[in-house]
């Protein structure tokens, strides 16, 4: 089987963080959260990965992230989210502005990509075991497999920003270790109390803080772009959909609907990887102290590339 492909959604310009953080850089010698993350694909064995950016800062971001960079450890493709590449016959509504979301992302990647697959975000720190774990599952999958699909899941009190809310696909998860149904809740937040809650409908709702939640890093095999086409056209028929500017096509909106039509499963994998990211400019401080910590246990040289 061919290399598994990293699909890198890179396509964000971080407007509670104020920069574009894909690029800010971490690490003792100026490396990216993305450097680490494609680092760890490489050497896990991913052969290949895609960015999903935007032309406004594609000339800052190739600069920054070209081939070369990484020493010839994996190939580098760029696809481009914009608010216009919809399906034959619908446009973009008149005073839309915000992009139509992740999932809508994952589908650029339909051009570079025909390999199985794993999704990640660009300003999120995985670790190498999450990689590993992912690498596993796709190189172990059958020639020609369809809907065999999956996700390492994290436990939300590992997930958590002490500078503001968050958002998270809250998991649910079957005795095989199956997704069975995926939410996403908004705005997340430890309260003083230790509780921790989200925003639903303007209403303020309790969560396990041990709740398995999604961090976007799912895996997939290449049939997962003609069914996000089908799909997405369903969304974009919908008169709320086209009315609502702020409206998002989600990846758990496509994987709940697989699922429960019985089209694909989904395994949530589980690992001893430590998830960190920089979602407001006060994370970063913490972010590179946990980053020296692990170059000082031997898990990343001081040097990267």
């Known amino acids: ?16 963080y104020g920069s574009l953080k894909q690029m800010d850089g971490v690490g003792p010698c100026g ?8 680092y760890d ?8 990965v895609v960015f999903v950016i935007r032309q406004t800062f594609a000339e ?15 190939k580098v493709d760029f696809v481009f989210q914009e608010l216009d590449k919809l399906p034959e016959g619908f446009s973009v509504p008149e005073g839309r502005v915000k992009p139509w979301g992740t999932n809508h992302a ?18 999120d720190f995985y670790g190498y075991d999450a990689f590993k774990t992912m690498a596993g599952y796709l190189t172990s999958l059958p ?15 590992n997930t958590l920003s002490d500078f503001g809310s968050v958002s998270r696909g809250e998991c649910v998860v079957d005795g095989e270790g199956n997704l069975t149904g995926m939410t996403e809740r908004l705005g997340i937040k430890r309260l003083s109390d230790g509780r921790v809650i989200y925003e639903e409908n303007g209403e303020l709702k309790e969560i396990a803080e041990d709740a398995t939640v999604s961090m976007n890093m799912f895996g997939f095999t290449a049939d997962y772009f003609a069914h996000s086409e089908r799909l997405f056209r369903e969304f974009l028929s919908k008169e ?15 994987v709940n609907t697989l699922i429960n039509t019985g089209i694909a499963k989904m395994k ?3 690992c001893n990887a430590q998830w960190f990211g920089v979602t407001y400019k006060e994370d970063k401080p913490d972010v590179e102290a946990k980053i020296r910590a692990l170059i000082r246990q031997g898990e990343y040289p001081a040097k990267l590339w």
């Open 1 to 16: 089987m061919n290399k598994p492909t990293l699909l890198v959604l890179a396509a964000g310009m971080a407007s509670r």
């Open 31 to 38: 490396e990216a959260i993305l450097d680490y993350s494609i």
């Open 41 to 48: 694909a490489a050497r896990a064995g991913f052969g290949k």
């Open 60 to 74: 800052s971001f190739k600069a920054a992230f070209p081939e070369s960079r990484f020493g010839g450890k994996i």
């Open 106 to 123: 994952v589908m650029m990647g339909a051009e570079a990509i025909d390999t199985p697959f794993a999704v990640i975000n660009a300003d």
């Open 143 to 157: 020639e020609d497999s369809k809907g065999s699909y999956c996700m390492v899941g994290y436990k939300l009190y």
């Open 240 to 254: 709320e959909t086209m009315t609502n500017p702020k409206s998002e096509f989600f990846i758990p909106l496509a």
């Open 268 to 270: 949530v994998l589980t």
